[in-house]
């Protein structure tokens, strides 16, 4: 009997494999064994670049297919909607706290963050039906946000194959940052309701376009402590948060 057991254990243990990776781990192989959730985790598959996207402004993205999706991998930068209309830049804070419209605006003011962060924008100018992403692109919904993090494996490692790698714009340490995604995220900081800027260096936050309630919306957030992803709907609309934008 002990020897029975050993050769059944054992032939469990060899049938963890890559070849029916799903939910992010190794789970079974061909012959229907259950690893009993005791598999490594799966490879994260090598992402693929794509052709860039030009917004109306005339700002080249670069663009990266990760599984099924194709997104930026830049953060947005656009001055203007889909159909050339301007977006407001709003640096007073007491005209941002007062705004139902579009807006953007650099952290802290500084243009010098325009091209390694982008802008931050109100939910206003995420939900706009004239599109604040180049034409055939929009901002991801909460549930397209999900089926990227699951594909990488889920909101407990998830984080750290999104964010860029380094500390040259991550405060220290860059907790488990290895963009296997490609996805290159980086720490943008947000905008508070109440006009004042925050987290640039810390972390990075980027809206979905999916409504929780009346006056809040999802958003996602990388860290630099962790690897996690963080999704909470505790963020007005009036916030200021960073873009990405996936093709349609």
């Known amino acids: 009997m002990k020897k029975l057991f050993f050769i059944a254990s054992v032939g469990l ?6 070849a029916d990776c799903t939910n992010g781990e190794q789970d079974g192989n061909e012959t229907g064994i259950d690893c009993g959730g005791d598999c490594p ?4 598959p090598t992402p693929t670049p794509t052709a860039p996207v030009t917004d109306i402004d005339g700002n080249e993205y670069a663009t990266i297919q990760i599984g099924t999706q194709v997104w930026m991998a830049e953060n947005l930068r656009t ?5 050339g209309d301007p977006i407001p830049n709003v640096t007073d804070s007491l005209q941002w706290v007062n705004l139902a419209t579009g807006a953007w605006a650099h952290n802290n003011n500084y ?5 390694l962060y982008g802008k931050l924008y109100n939910w206003y100018a ?4 004239r599109n604040i992403c180049p034409c055939n692109w929009h901002v991801p919904t909460d549930a397209e946000w999900t089926t990227l993090i699951d594909y990488l494996g889920g909101e407990g490692v998830a984080g750290g194959k999104m964010k860029s790698t380094g500390t040259q714009y991550w405060l220290s340490p860059n907790t ?5 995604s490609g996805f290159s995220g980086l720490p943008g900081g947000y905008r508070k309701s109440s006009g004042a800027f925050y987290d640039v260096g810390r972390w990075g936050y980027w809206w979905s376009s999916t409504e929780f309630g009346s006056g809040f919306a999802w958003p996602r ?3 630099h402590g962790n690897g996690l992803v963080y999704r909470y709907a505790i963020y007005t609309k009036s916030y200021g948060f960073s873009v990405r934008c996936i093709k349609d």
């Open 176 to 180: 488990d940052a290895t963009n296997e």
């Open 126 to 129: 995420v939900d706009d039906s």
């Open 111 to 115: 243009s010098q963050y325009e091209n």
């Open 79 to 83: 001055t203007k909607y889909c159909n």
């Open 221 to 223: 957030h990388l860290p």
């Open 41 to 44: 985790p799966c490879p994260t």
């Open 13 to 18: 243990l060899f049938s963890c494999n890559t």
